[in-house]
């Protein structure tokens, strides 16, 4: 049987769909990140280990062709819940910023600390600070001053984002990032490169919590005037749950799918000896996710 000409074929190592278009990028992540394959059962997992086994040796058998969010949305948040919830999302940032650095440079445990604390500061502060000033702002009535209230978590989550990448991997500033030329070799180290990985890498998280931040906030605020929700209050944090559910699941494959992993840039806007090593006239790096 034929296979569907939007199926790619299979490539060990390889990603499944082409990385050069948004769209081909959009799709890997949604095969990445899909929840179904927290469901699948050990010996599903065995049977696929060994299909690529049989794949690596030529031996297919016979019929086989190559084929935190909910809590930062709260409504009425005191100030420790403020507290609370964004630490909570800057700790585990830091994590994901740490775990999706580009490796090729060692990274000292003091600058993990700087990133941790510097995010977890910065979203602390600008929350709490933009909650009180709407609360003292009295030109406001009350229904607006809430809807403003959330939407506060954008701002807080978006800046403490940046810090935390800048922060989490200023040693690839400092010390540059791997640059490769077409056959895969290592042309050289480059701060330039870092620079414009970070800058990529910060937008993604720019764009992150859009979708999951201010979308929500006008969806809830519509739902919330309906006679369902009205009659029934107990209902709004579960459809919020939801809602915020909805809207996380298409957020982190369209940021991440903003810009290729193993990013391009052209030799002569790098480093004189970078372009010197080299007769290549564009080098790829690894920006990290």
Not at 197 to 217: D, G, K, S, W, Y
Not at 226 to 240: E, F, G, H, K, W
Request: hydrophobic share 45%.
């Amino acid at each position: 049987m034929a296979e569907p000409a939007d199926y790619p074929p299979f490539q060990l190592g390889k990603p499944r769909f082409e990385q050069t278009s948004f769209y081909g990028r959009f799709r890997h992540f949604l095969d990445i990140i899909d929840p179904r394959t927290l469901f699948v059962t050990e010996s599903r997992l065995k049977e696929a280990v060994q299909l690529l086994e049989d794949y690596k040796h030529g031996t297919l058998p016979p019929g086989v062709t190559n084929k935190e969010v909910v809590g930062l949305l709260l409504p009425n948040q005191t100030l420790a819940s403020t507290v609370f919830w964004q630490w909570l999302n800057q700790s585990h940032n830091a994590c994901v910023n740490y775990a999706n650095r580009n490796a090729t440079k060692p990274s000292p445990t003091s600058k993990f600390i700087q990133g941790y604390l510097g995010a977890v500061i910065s979203a602390v502060s600008i929350a709490v600070g933009l909650n009180v000033l709407v609360q003292r702002a009295n030109k406001f009535t009350p229904a607006t001053r809430l809807l403003i209230q959330r939407f506060v978590p954008f701002p807080a989550v978006a800046s403490a984002n940046i810090c935390n990448v800048v922060l989490m991997r200023h040693t690839e500033l400092e010390e540059g990032i791997d640059v490769l030329d077409n056959n895969g070799n290592i042309v050289g180290s480059s701060r330039i490169a870092a620079k414009h990985a970070l800058l990529e890498t910060a937008l993604t998280r720019v764009v992150l919590p859009m979708p999951i931040l201010v979308l929500p906030p006008i969806i809830m605020s519509i739902l919330e005037k309906t006679s369902l929700l009205r009659s029934r209050p107990r209902m709004i944090l579960p459809v919020q749950s939801l809602v915020c559910l909805a809207a996380f699941g298409l957020a982190l494959p369209l940021a991440i799918s903003l810009f290729p992993q193993m990013s391009e840039i052209e030799t002569a806007r790098l480093e004189p000896e970078i372009a010197a090593a080299t007769s290549s006239e564009t080098v790829v790096y690894n920006k990290g996710l």
